[in-house]
């Protein structure tokens, strides 16, 4: 697995494509008999607008610490990070579930001292990976909202994103692993193939697809001020477009018959080496505390895997429309595919170029 995750540095230093119990290092203060000074520093490193400023201010003051946030512009950024050495520069980094095998069997994320993160007990347990190396964060349905009044197609599956009749018309999320499941399931195979010729059909159902692209990226203005009529993006982009809307919302999220809708997790780990595990640990407790993370999907609205927080959250997210549907027990989970990374990474290569 040391060799796959080299492959997935290599493929993201040449071609940038990807748009989440103790046994972490003693500091040699312990081991010499001398008590280790509280660290008064965090680094984080994670997606941009995905935490509430109050939470991080708060965490400040109650812990006389400064946090530090850098931002990824997609998951290869983490997967740099994480296989460069992180721990030089971060104490926490945030991934993604569908890369956390083969971090964990390259020995490039430590194991957390549960012990130190009571909190940890409101995360659902079917909402884990690789337990002993992750704290879960938020997570995200990816589905298709579209405007009901304006798209010119009824939406009851991924191959009505084909249709030539939506040609312009839809906003959408980027990277091959948002991107090419979905065209899998179009096709009728295993979200998570690792057959090529599989992937190559995909490739060749994308292709239709960007045709009828407008924007990649920014979902929930796009459908908005109109310029989309659908959107394949994450449920919190859906809550903020259908809040924005008002007594206007006109947007629906699409009722598929059959297809499956893919379900991501974001992870917070701890780089090998990290410097600060201790503060650290009492961040992931802090935002694992009920209270604290119900306030912060006030501003972030995504799913999340902390059953307490959402008992304990406002009844505008308990009862936001953007989760209003039935797709819980029809989910798939992106799953680390091994080499074929290199394979869905040149099909996303010429699908990016237009080839």
């Given at each position: ?52 400023d109050d939470l991080i201010a708060k965490f400040e003051k109650e812990n006389n ?119 899998l399931v179009a096709l009728g195979y295993d979200p998570n193939s690792t057959d ?160």
């Amino acid at each position: 697995m040391k060799k796959i995750i080299s492959i997935i540095l290599t493929m993201v230093l040449i071609m940038g494509l990807f748009t989440g119990c103790g046994g972490t290092k003693t500091d040699p203060a312990v081991e010499s008999g001398k008590a280790a000074a509280p660290s008064t520093e965090l680094n984080i490193y994670m997606w941009q607008q995905y935490i509430s400023d109050d939470l991080i201010a708060k965490f400040e003051k109650e812990n006389n610490a400064k946090v530090n946030l850098s931002y990824m512009s997609d998951n290869a950024d983490a997967i740099t990070k994480l296989t460069a050495g992180g721990g030089q520069e971060y104490d926490l980094i945030m991934t993604c579930d569908a890369y956390m095998e083969s971090l964990v069997d390259g020995g490039y994320v430590e194991k957390i001292n549960f012990d130190n993160i009571p909190n940890v007990k409101n995360i659902n347990e079917a909402y884990w990976t690789a337990k002993e190396y992750c704290v879960p964060y938020l997570m995200n349905y990816i589905y298709v909202i579209y405007n009901k009044d304006t798209s010119p197609v009824e939406i009851k599956s991924y191959n009505d994103l084909i249709n030539p009749a939506l040609k312009g018309q839809i906003a959408t999320i980027d990277g091959a692993r948002n991107l090419f499941p979905i065209a899998l399931v179009a096709l009728g195979y295993d979200p998570n193939s690792t057959d090529e010729k599989e992937i190559a059909e995909a490739y060749e159902w994308l292709v239709k697809y960007n045709e009828n692209v407008v924007a990649y990226g920014n979902a929930e203005q796009n459908l908005t001020n109109g310029t989309a009529s659908v959107a394949f993006t994450y449920d919190g982009n859906a809550s903020w477009a259908m809040s924005e809307l008002g007594d206007k919302n006109n947007l629906v999220i699409a009722d598929f018959e059959k297809d499956p809708v893919q379900l991501g997790f974001d992870l917070y780990v701890v780089p090998k080496g990290a410097k600060h595990v201790d503060l650290a640990e009492k961040f992931l407790n802090y935002i694992t505390d009920p209270e604290v993370m119900a306030a912060n999907l006030i501003e972030y609205p995504y799913s999340c895997p902390n059953d307490a927080a959402v008992e304990a959250a406002s009844d505008t997210y308990k009862n936001d429309p953007a989760r209003d549907f039935d797709y819980k027990q029809n989910v798939f989970f992106q799953e680390d595919v091994g080499e074929a990374i290199t394979i869905y990474n040149d099909y996303y290569q010429k699908l990016k170029v237009g080839e």
